[in-house]
């Protein structure tokens, strides 16, 4: 289920972002984002004395906001702030643990030109995750990249509706409960959001 959603999420990546050449100008433009969605987390592992087993992640929610700030008529800088939450389980079914992670997300758009009112974009860059889980488990801040791909709509002169589809990868980080380790962590995810973009000026 979790690879069909992801291919199909990735096809549609390809088609938005499949424009060509110049772009709308947003130099000395800021724009404001709030977005929601959905999250497919990568699977995680627990370590039960010398046998390690898989953890099993739910897709889950995620939402947050940024900014937006056009550096020149192709380029623009973005910075966004996420939450998301989902569940794991073991094979048999039983809750490891609840996870949450805040992804920081610092990186850069390409604006291809506009097409029937749209204007997709490509953009890529480094990500901050404070990860953190329940049942008494600690889990390790890392550092990621992403690749991400999405559309504005202008319904008004200011105002966008906008859907981004976003790859984060990570290295795994360790799960530790009362000091000892008890399984690895895998942060990275496939996230697809909608939300609203307005531009101040």
Same mark, same amino acid.
């Given at each position: 289920? =979790?690879?069909?959603?992801?291919?199909?999420?990735? @096809?549609?990546?390809? /088609? +938005?972002?499949?424009?060509?050449? +110049?772009?709308? %100008?947003?130099? *000395?433009?800021?724009g404001v984002t709030g977005r929601i969605g959905f999250l497919v987390p990568f699977d995680s592992e627990a370590i039960a004395g010398v046998s390690i087993k898989n953890v099993s992640t %739910? @897709? *889950?929610?995620?939402? &947050?906001? &940024?900014? +937006?700030? *056009? $550096?020149?008529?192709?380029?623009?800088?973005?910075? %966004? $702030?996420t939450s998301s939450g989902f569940s794991g389980? @073991?094979?048999?079914? =039983?809750?490891?643990?609840?996870?949450? /992670?805040?992804?920081?997300?610092?990186?850069?758009?390409?604006?291809?030109?506009?097409?029937?009112?749209?204007?997709?974009?490509? *953009?890529?860059? +480094? %990500?901050i995750l404070v990860n953190g889980a329940t049942n008494g488990l600690d889990v390790d801040t890392t550092v990621g990249v992403h690749l991400s791909g999405g559309v504005d709509y202008f319904i008004m002169k200011h105002l966008a509706i906008t859907g981004e589809m976003k790859l984060v990868i990570a290295p795994s980080t360790d799960i530790m409960f009362n000091g000892g380790k008890v399984g690895n962590f895998d942060p990275s995810s496939f996230n697809m959001t909608f939300g609203l973009r307005y531009f101040i000026n």
């Open positions: 289920m =979790k690879k069909n959603l992801l291919l199909s999420c990735i @096809t549609l990546l390809l /088609v +938005l972002t499949a424009g060509a050449a +110049l772009a709308e %100008d947003l130099t *000395g433009k800021l %739910d @897709t *889950g929610f995620i939402g &947050g906001g &940024g900014f +937006l700030y *056009g $550096i020149n008529k192709n380029i623009a800088a973005e910075f %966004d $702030i389980d @073991t094979d048999s079914g =039983k809750n490891f643990a609840d996870f949450n /992670v805040i992804n920081l997300s610092l990186g850069a758009q390409y604006r291809f030109k506009e097409i029937s009112g749209f204007n997709p974009y490509a *953009g890529a860059g +480094l %990500d």
